[in-house]
DNA sequence: TTCTCTGCAAACGCTTTGCACGGAT
DNA sequence: ATCCGTGCAAAGCGTTTGCAGAGAA
């Protein structure tokens, strides 16, 4: 059932005690967290934990496909491990990312006026179910 | 003709000189610049333009709704005047940044699982015309 | 006078880089 | 011995903040 170490070994990455516990903490977040929420997380855990280890380890995610970074504002980077399907709603007032199905097709354009078209990345921002009532 | 300092009155805001070749210098672009590209752009025509008023500036254009920014990465922000209407497409070899008619829906929905959607952002990502053919 | 706008300088926050240590092979 | 992974410390880069001077009302 240790599918962190699974998926590394399947995509050609050792796996060392950090990237396993990084990568399994992200596979159990629906909350795209940022490396200093990873670093809070895990710091307890491996105590000897640094930053510069996630970043690292984020990076080599990312270039293998892995997880996918999420731009939000223009400062820190968000990060999740289920690439497609969703869009993502970002609550101006709380700062809380939320899934989305993705209303329209599921499957989109590849190639629009030359360009060649690998990604898609769709942002709603708005107030939140909780900010509206509370 | 002067459109930079007619859309400041309208907005209640009082058409300072940089203010207004700022406004006019993105209401020319269909590039998105960044605040550097802002700055050098201006510091010509501006010797003593300081990035805090670019910065201030583009803040303020912001709460007012005549510009949009955009996160495309973790680090800066692009801006333009054009807000909705079109999707972004960012080439990961060149980092060009080029508008697309959105192909869908226009007026996308405005309430969601209770979540309140103001805005919405499109960003492809993947190779331009120019690097697939270069 | 008071209020607004500008811009230098410093601080700030997220990320990257340089480098050295330790472990595995 | 070399190679790889980790992590401290410092640098880098975009942005924000503190504050003071100039100018308008």
Redesign the pocket.
């Known amino acids: 059932m240790n599918n962190a170490k699974r998926i590394l070994e399947e995509n050609g990455?050792?796996p060392?005690?950090?990237?396993?516990i990084?990568l399994r903490y992200l596979l159990e977040q629906s909350s795209h967290p940022?490396?200093?929420q990873v670093y809070q997380a895990l710091i307890q855990e491996?105590?000897?934990?640094?930053?510069?280890?996630?970043?690292?380890?984020?990076?080599?995610f990312s270039k293998k496909g892995i997880i996918r970074?999420i731009a939000l504002?223009?400062?820190?980077?968000?990060y999740e491990t289920q690439p497609g399907i969703h869009a993502h709603f970002l609550c101006t007032k709380c700062g809380k990312i939320i899934d989305l199905i993705q209303p329209e097709e599921e499957s989109f354009v590849k190639e629009c006026n030359g360009h060649l078209i690998k990604e898609k990345e769709v942002i709603y921002k708005g107030i939140c179910k909780d900010c509206r009532e509370g």
């Open positions: 990455i050792s060392s005690l950090q990237r396993v990084i940022s490396a200093e491996i105590p000897t934990l640094s930053k510069t280890t996630i970043y690292n380890t984020v990076k080599l970074q504002y223009g400062n820190e980077l968000h």
